[in-house]
């Protein structure tokens, strides 16, 4: 637990910055990541696109698995 609190807790924004291609931030709607983070990301790096899946927490890869698969295709189609 010591590791996992260490990670979370680090601030990633040096690597966010860095990023130079277009980014997609999927959250679930009991997301741990605050609106004021979503914010910044969007303000810092305009080329994202932030998109929130209803009815979902942390594992809403398991729990909404098609929509998951619909948001990451829709992103990707323009570039694959």
Not at 14 to 22: K, L, N
Not at 25 to 52: E, G, H, K, N, Y
């Amino acid at each position: 637990m010591a590791a996992i609190a260490e990670i979370a807790e680090r601030p990633y924004w040096p690597e966010w910055a860095g990023i130079r291609c277009p980014a997609l931030v999927v959250m679930a709607q009991s997301s741990f990541i605050s609106a004021a983070d979503v914010d910044r990301m969007l303000r810092d790096r305009p080329d994202t696109v932030a998109v929130s899946i209803p009815g979902t927490g942390h594992d809403l890869h398991l729990q909404q698995p098609d929509a998951l698969r619909a948001i990451v295709s829709d992103f990707l189609a323009p570039i694959i």
